[in-house]
Nanobody, 125 residues
């Protein structure tokens, strides 16, 4: 399996940008479709975006479409999430995960595994 570590979170003003990274260890990173999720206090884990193993296809939740961009660099074993035009409601812990089952565009967290520890994103007004 693959082990994942997120980074890049922090405090940003509304309208600003952040880029999250998800570093993968192991040789199998390029075998998996990957996804980003987030979880705010008191709320369920929310799907954000997914990308195929080669980066050829991406799929976004409506809440972030046009503002966030998922990408990957298989040579660096790294997944990214570029977040622009951030809003206060984007405040949450952000997680990356590897997709182990289901269709590549599945939004169901149960289809993902090897969750990272998360990185906090706080958007201030």
């Amino acid at each position: 399996q693959v082990q994942l570590v997120e980074s890049g979170g922090g405090l940003v003003q509304a309208g600003g940008s952040l880029r999250l990274s998800c570093a993968a260890s192991g040789r199998t990173f390029s075998s998996y479709a990957m996804g980003w999720f987030r979880q705010a206090p008191g709320k369920e884990r929310e799907f954000l975006a997914t990308i195929t193993w080669n980066g050829g296809n991406t799929y976004y939740a409506d809440s972030v479409k046009g503002r966030f961009a998922i990408s990957r660099d298989n040579a660096k074993n790294t997944l990214y999430l570029q977040m622009n035009s951030l809003k206060r409601e984007d405040t949450a812990v952000y997680y990356c995960a590897a997709k182990f089952q289901g269709d590549w565009y599945s939004r169901d967290p149960r289809d993902f595994g090897s969750w990272g520890q998360g990185t906090q994103v706080t958007v201030s007004s």
